[in-house]
């Protein structure tokens, strides 16, 4: 059975009034609502918000925290919050890196026990070149990262210094303690020297010159007598190994020691880079210089005493690598230390103690324990320091936060080929209006207009033609409620242009004094055809927009 | 010890290390990125121009084109890899010379793996001629390092300032947005770039290795020269880097005179600091001028 709509008038006799007509299936406007208001984001349970576990919390211990000296730091960053839903107090470790740094180190103290027999000797050789170069790197990474000063003679610094003290101590016979403090003073005086051109060079400049003084040292040492030009290197200083040890044993304990060293290494960086310094460093990061100085903080000054401090710490290695290997070898000052150090901090991610560490354990096992391959790893570490600096901002540690941007991007980008722009107010046009009611009219009226399109039909129209006044069915009451209830401005109107013979339709102009103007050239010849021209135009209008 | 000899020495290296740093002062000055590759390109070049005395003809004309033309590859190949994908990201310059620093070790250890160490020779391509000046003896291979690579500076410079795409290579060295806003390509610039600076570190490793050898490790000397002398110019100025090649070349052979041959790297980098102490941006480099990093 087709529904019909049922004239209420057609019992009271009124003139012209039909019965039933034909009508469409009755829609409810609150389906639109409905459709519009539902949310077609795909939704996973994982990945859409950063996920802590909830520790719970302590009542009493609440206010009892472990802070360590001479600071008042606490050792995890633990923020607490009341949850309002569950009614509980919970507890959540905000940055866990000091968990995955303790078990790191464990790993590291550890690890000569774990070594299989069979390349026991090669690994703890490895392990403590590994220890050695990290604690070089950490240094360096001060200069680079928390400095930012492009200094490429953190080795030059490193070989003066053993190359001086081995020669010091072949000479003078001074023992194995002196070493690294002798060590630091060379360092001193050598960072003094090479930061004089960095109060005035920009960081490439500065680049190439110190790229230009490892080379100056490595042909001056290649050259000079007494710095052993015949046998590659000077050798015979006081090594710190006592001496009634087996070759095991001995391996075991200058791994210790070397440990021992990163340890200082770490906890200078964490010193320089942690406080007052790195405070200052950071409020000066690259081409921010000008406002940091006119907010009154001297970071040249900061620079070269980061500089000067790394330089007394290399020198202090240099020192201690000549009595680890009884002496030095020119390799120290070559371009291919220079390079690997590089790729070492590089694929860590400059600007991170963990990525100085960490890239130099990647380095450090493909040279020193894949040696057998050949050139081909040395190719391989070259492939890598190249594929993080063509594709990663911040090397491997830089992976998540990388990660995290480019799937808000991704986010962003798929939020804006969803969003519907008919009448909707878009985000960056929704914050500038001042009337913010107008968003919500704009969204309502949209959703009305939507519900409305579905109302027009041939019967409907048909209706009109009939009769464009009085009763009407309820889809066209509708329709005709909301063309009436449209603004002033290019509303329709008919004008006469001779009583009961001719009008026309206008547009109204919404502006008192000004004229409507013409929309059309047509003439209606009665006043009932020209109320259904306006409708026409009116829902041609409609289902346009 | 002859002073005419160690003179004309120095204007020797000097013609030879000036058309490295005038490569190296184009590349930064109009891309923004400092190529450390270099030293792998003149490597590179050496071995091809080795290549074809082996298997194509041991005719100066032949291997000196087959070094140019390998330099210019291997410059092909470094826009390629280090320019291309990360001109346009943020960090490009420092991430420019790590990739540059990375493309070095890549390709020495790959020369050396495929080549060997040993170190090869290439055949005396200007003859084995001398002149007479008075006291002085000009061997043959002197003249003719020194008439070719200025000839070849010459040229390229010609090129620079009378060709359509040396045109767009001096806007870029002026103003990259600018350049890039009138509707040059970064990216067809680059490669003309690269390409011609690789071509003069062809040049300039074929001339070398009429006095020394090629090895895959032979480019590091040079390029840390080339780049001294451009840093001690001014980078971005070829004017500049000539006069620090003139002034670092006559140092060296003071030096090499008055005080000995292991002190000449001494001197020339005091020489350097004592310069950009006084210049930030070298000798010819006007701070205002300069390119921002």
Known sequence: ?545 | MDFGFIVTNAIVLACIYGGLAIGISITWSSLGLINLSYGFVFALSGYGAWLAAQYVSTNGAVVLLAGILTGALGGVLVCALAFIPIHDKPNFTVRGLIATLAINLIGTQGLMWWFGPRSKNLPEIFGTGKLHLGNIVLTADKVGNVVLSVAMLLLVLKWMRSSRRGLEIRAMMMNPHAAAIVGIGVRRTGFYVLAITGGLAGLASVLLSQTYYISPFGGLTPMIKGVAIALCGGLGSVLGAVIAAIVLGFNEALTSVLLGGQYVLITQFILIIIVLLIRPRGIAGILDKAREA
């Open chain 1, 1 to 545: 059975m087709t529904p019909e709509w049922k004239n209420p008038l057609a019992n009271w006799g009124v003139e012209g009034a039909i019965e039933t007509l034909p009508a469409k299936v009755w829609t409810s406007p609150q389906g639109i609502w409905d459709k519009v208001r539902e949310s077609r984001i795909p939704l996973h349970k994982v990945g859409r918000l950063r996920y802590y576990y909830k520790w719970p919390g302590h009542g009493s211990r609440q206010w009892s925290r472990l802070r360590y000296w001479p600071t008042r730091r606490r050792v995890l960053d633990i923020r607490g919050q009341f949850n309002d839903k569950s009614k509980r107090r919970e507890k959540t470790i905000a940055d866990k890196r000091p968990i995955w740094w303790v078990l790191g180190l464990i790993a590291i103290l550890l690890a000569p026990m774990l070594f299989p027999i069979s390349v026991q000797s090669t690994l703890l050789t490895a392990g403590a070149t590994f220890l050695i170069y990290s604690s070089i790197n950490l240094c360096w990474m001060l200069i680079i990262g928390t400095a930012g000063i492009y200094s490429l003679a953190s080795y030059a610094v490193v070989g003066a210094s053993a190359f001086g003290t081995a020669y010091l101590s072949i000479q003078y016979g001074l023992p194995w303690y002196v070493l690294p403090f002798l060590g630091g003073v060379i360092g001193l005086v050598f960072g003094m020297v090479i930061a004089l051109p960095a109060t005035r060079l920009d960081g490439f400049y500065y680049a190439l010159l110190t790229i230009g003084i490892n080379e100056l040292c490595r042909v001056y040492a290649l050259q000079s007598k007494q710095f052993g030009s015949a046998t590659g290197g000077l050798y015979g200083a006081d090594s710190y190994l006592p001496a009634g040890l087996s070759p095991t044993s001995q391996s075991t304990f200058a791994y210790y020691c070397c440990f021992a060293l990163m340890l200082g290494a770490l906890f200078l960086y964490r010193f320089v880079d942690g406080r007052r310094l790195g405070r200052i460093l950071r409020m000066a990061p690259e081409k921010r210089e000008a406002f940091a100085e006119a907010t009154g903080v001297n970071y040249r000054r900061a620079r070269i005493q980061v500089f000067i401090i790394s330089s007394i710490a290399l020198g202090f290695i240099g020192g201690f690598y000549a009595s680890h290997y009884r002496g030095v070898s020119f390799s120290i000052f070559g371009f291919d230390t220079v390079l690997l150090g590089l790729a070492m901090l590089v694929i860590g991610g400059i600007g991170t103690a963990e990525g100085a560490v960490v890239g130099t354990l990647i380095v450090i096992f493909l040279d020193k324990v894949l040696i057998s391959a050949g050139p081909i790893r040395l190719i391989i570490i070259g492939a890598i320091m190249l594929g993080v600096v063509l594709f990663l901002r911040g090397g491997l540690f830089g992976i998540k936060a990388q990660f995290q941007v480019w799937r808000a991007k991704k986010k962003s980008e798929r939020r804006s080929t969803r969003a519907e722009k008919g009448g909707e107010m878009l985000p960056e046009e929704a914050t500038e209006t001042h009337d913010k009611d107008l968003i919500y009219w704009r969204r309502y009226d949209k959703m009305q207009r939507d519900f409305l399109k579905t109302l027009v039909c041939d019967e409907i129209i048909a209706e009109h033609k009939r009769s464009p006044l009085g009763q009407h069915s309820e889809p066209l009451e509708r329709l005709l409620l909301y063309f009436r209830r449209a603004p002033l401005v290019d509303k329709y109107a008919i004008i006469t242009v001779e009583p009961f013979k001719a009008y026309r339709i206008v547009a109204l102009s919404g502006h008192r004094g000004v004229a409507p103007r013409l929309v059309e050239d047509k003439i209606y010849t009665s006043q009932e055809d020209a109320y259904h021209g306006v409708f026409l135009r009116r829902v041609q209008d409609l289902l346009e927009a």
